[in-house]
């Protein structure tokens, strides 16, 4: 069975920091390229991050760009989103994803690439 637990998220002030992490289960982790991506309720699903097999390639949204760092640990089979100086405009609910297919680094965004996709964790920025 395959499995995506995201946690991490949480109320914090403009300006914090979160880590968000998510431990996968039920496939060969290191043959997958991961993302996160984030949703506010009645908007599309929005990509912000993005990460190649070995850790290698890394790709971000313009608006996280300089905040944001994405991470993987293969053999803990964890994605990491380090998220610094956050704003209120980065409230949602974040989900990180899983691709088994060749992704080149500008595909990262494109969410139906992704196979596999967890619950979501909550992240509500405060002004």
């Known amino acids: 069975q395959v499995l995506l637990v995201e946690s991490g998220g949480g109320l914090v002030q403009a300006g914090a920091s979160l880590r968000l992490s998510c431990v996968a289960s039920?496939?060969?982790?290191?043959?997958?390229?991961m993302g996160w991506f984030r949703q506010v309720p009645g908007k599309e699903r929005e990509f912000v991050a993005g990460?190649?097999?070995?850790?290698?390639?890394?790709n971000y949204a313009d608006s996280v760009k300089d905040r944001f760092t994405i991470s993987r640990d293969n053999n803990k089979n964890t994605v990491l989103l380090q998220m610094n100086s956050l704003k209120p405009e980065d409230t949602a609910v974040y989900y990180c994803?899983?691709?088994?297919?060749?992704?080149?680094?500008?595909?990262?965004?494109?969410?139906?690439?992704?196979?596999?996709w967890g619950q979501g964790t909550q992240v509500t920025v405060s002004s």
């Open positions: 994803a899983a691709a088994g297919s060749l992704m080149l680094t500008w595909d990262y965004g494109r969410a139906w690439k992704y196979d596999y």
């Open positions: 990460i190649s097999l070995s850790g290698g390639s890394t």
């Open positions: 039920g496939f060969t982790f290191s043959r997958y390229t």
